[in-house]
């Protein structure tokens, strides 16, 4: 019998600067974190959003600033209840991901040869904890201790979770010197972009493809699957039912503008959760290491930028009717059926290319020996993919509407107090919510999203693009010959 030939590690190509390298990984690693905490000051429940000093800059006061956006100091920004509470919901978290039934697929092979395999029980795992919280807005309504907990601690929680973003992104950082390069015996793997030598850079754009970690009782935890879906994408959930029952302490009500929200991301984040495999073929797992960016993304940037639309809504209630309603929910089912089918569709191809349901695409075969579709969705568009997402993403912001208001007490205020735009809140003594002069100046904050969203699948699209031609050569050039538009068709 011929000796079995060694599998060696394929050559690492020459791998430049992305996010224009140590400049822009300092801006995003410390300027998203302001964002993160202006968001949150500066639209908020105590004096409008925007506050209403900014609406009047050239008399702007940074005392009465921070008076109106409520700044409680340095000292106010964690407070060891918020500390406990996001421990605990981290280890229920895990307690979940190790013990309840889960699917163990293996991952696609590394560039030094092998699999990893992963566990998978995300879908039980959310389906779990909200049940939990059902059962206690059941029992005790509106004021369920963890909904207001939540309202009660939200910059507690925010400031704990950067803090814990930057922790586990240099504990990463640390522990990926600890990998055999080029060829590690437990299949761990050094990003093909994470090593420049630059330790700015490499921390935040991650040292290390999959970093793991044993811990006692939970054994080996993929720390990035982990974080991708797990605390980040579940947290916005309850965010936003969090904010549904502020909405009901503060008026008495919820309405329809705040569920079709709430509703559109909870499908968005349970449809991820039940496709949870197919996490394995995205960028995300396959190329990126993982060290701030994703750190931060996961744990800080979706939860609680991506909330922004339920937290406006639960302190100025919008009334959609059926008028308003049923055009968002169109926009948001175009959106899905979009970005479902053009992701079935990829992954019936990857795991079986003769399902009857795609066996009749055409397709290239590059010399890697990777099947390139040119025929079907993937044939209109070279990461059609994206366009599904960003349609959604209006779903998300439309209901916030002209977004903007200011909140005034009836006593200082009586005529626009009796106006039919002051809405009263019941829990607090002739306060009331009212646009005024700051409406339309509040969907920066509310349609940030749309434009960040945007940026960041166009900035997406261009870096897959880039690491598809370093894989693919001149593969790819005649990819792109075939298949011309990147995003929307005929557009883009």
Not at 57 to 68: G, N, V, Y
Request: with cysteine; net charge neutral; proline share 6%.
């Amino acid at each position: 019998m011929a000796p079995k030939s060694k599998v060696e590690p394929a050559a690492e190509k020459p791998h430049g600067y992305e996010f224009f390298g140590p400049p822009g990984a300092f801006v995003i690693s410390f300027v998203l974190p302001i964002v993160c905490y202006a968001f949150t000051f500066l639209c908020n429940d105590i004096s409008g959003c925007p506050v209403p000093s900014l609406l009047h800059p050239s008399t702007l006061d940074f005392e009465q600033l921070k008076k109106e956006a409520g700044w409680p100091g340095f000292s106010g920004l964690i407070t060891w209840d918020a500390v406990l509470g996001n421990f605990a919901y981290y280890l229920l978290s895990l307690i979940l991901y190790t013990f309840l039934p889960a699917e163990e697929p293996e991952g696609t092979d590394l560039r030094t040869g092998g699999r990893l395999k992963y566990r998978f029980n995300a879908w039980g795992s959310g389906i779990f904890i909200l049940v939990i919280l059902a059962a206690g807005t059941v029992v005790e309504g509106a004021n369920f201790r963890v909904w207001t907990f939540i309202s009660d601690n939200y910059l507690g929680l925010l400031t704990t979770n950067i803090l814990t973003s930057y922790a586990l992104a240099t504990y990463v950082y640390i522990s990926s010197f600890s990998v055999q390069h080029p060829k590690d015996p437990s299949n761990r793997e050094l990003a093909a972009g994470g090593h420049s030598g630059n330790i700015l850079y490499d921390w935040f754009i991650g040292r290390e493809l999959n970093p793991r970690v044993t811990l006692p009782i939970f054994g080996e935890i993929d720390i990035k699957t982990w974080a991708e879906i797990r605390p980040g994408m579940l947290g916005w959930v309850i965010l936003d039912l969090a904010f549904i029952m502020q909405q009901y302490r503060n008026f008495g009500k919820v309405t329809d503008s705040i569920i079709l929200v709430t509703f559109a991301q909870t499908f968005y984040v349970f449809d991820c959760y039940y496709m949870e495999p197919a996490m394995l073929t995205t960028i995300d797992i396959i190329s990126d290491g993982f060290g701030l960016m994703l750190s931060f993304g996961d744990l800080v940037w979706v939860p609680f930028t991506y909330s922004l639309q339920a937290r406006y809504l639960a302190t100025y209630p919008v009334e959609l009717g059926i008028k308003g309603l049923v055009p968002i929910a169109a926009v948001q089912a175009i959106g899905y059926y979009i970005f479902r089918a053009v992701n079935n569709e990829k992954n019936r191809f990857r795991t079986n290319p003769d399902d009857p349901r795609i066996k009749h695409l055409k397709y290239i075969e590059t010399a890697s020996g990777s099947k390139l579709l040119v025929t079907g969705w993937w044939g209109t568009a070279r990461h059609i993919n994206y366009l599904g997402d960003w349609f959604m993403s209006w779903s998300y912001v439309l209901p916030t509407a002209t977004a903007g208001y200011l909140i005034k007490n009836a006593a200082t205020h009586p005529v626009e107090a009796s106006s039919k735009d002051a809405v009263f809140f019941q829990n607090a003594y002739q306060k009331y919510v009212v646009p005024g002069e700051a409406k339309g100046w509040g969907m920066i904050v509310t349609y940030f999203f749309i434009v960040y969203f945007a940026v960041l699948l166009v900035h997406r699209e261009r870096r897959d693009e880039e690491k598809c031609r370093r894989k693919y050569g001149k593969d790819w050039e005649r990819y792109c010959e075939l298949v011309p538009w990147r995003i929307v068709p005929y557009v883009y």
